[in-house]
């Protein structure tokens, strides 16, 4: 999704707010998700709403893929980002789908990188690569 570069600036300056969010997310994970983040955060990328975002989660869990807790604790973060979104899009004039679909994407790249770190820095702590 392609939005302006004043637009992209702003929904920048709320990555302290994303970062911290994906943390505490990240923290309530008990295996590895990376693999199906990514599978999300593509199908952000792809979406041309919200909805279409909610459904691949819901089915992820459905099918197993996550675990169904905490595909619901997923879902509440990131249709809390509507909030965010449309206060950007009232001062931008950008579409409030498109800079939604942006702040999930953002955020769903920092959940990864928590992922990572958390289950990956373990695993080479223990001896394990």
């Excluded at 969010?21 to 990376?34: F, K, N």
């Excluded at 509440?76 to 979104?85: C, D, N, Q, S, T």
């Excluded at 942006?102 to 702590?125: K, M, N, P, T, Y």
């Amino acid at each position: 999704m392609s939005l302006d570069p004043r637009v992209m600036a702003k929904i920048r300056d709320l990555d302290s707010q994303l970062i911290r969010d994906s943390q505490a997310l990240a923290e309530a994970l008990r295996s590895s998700a990376e693999r199906q983040i990514r599978n999300i955060m593509e199908a952000a990328e792809q979406a041309s709403c919200w909805e279409a975002v909610e459904l691949f989660i819901r089915y992820q869990a459905a099918r197993g893929a996550l675990n169904k807790e905490w595909a619901g604790q997923l879902i509440e973060r990131l249709k809390g980002l509507e909030e965010p979104a449309g206060k950007l899009a009232r001062d931008t004039g950008a579409p409030k789908t498109a800079v939604h679909l942006v702040l999930i994407a953002r955020f769903l790249g920092h959940l990864i990188q928590w992922d990572v770190i958390r289950f990956r820095s373990g695993a080479q702590e223990a001896g394990h690569v």
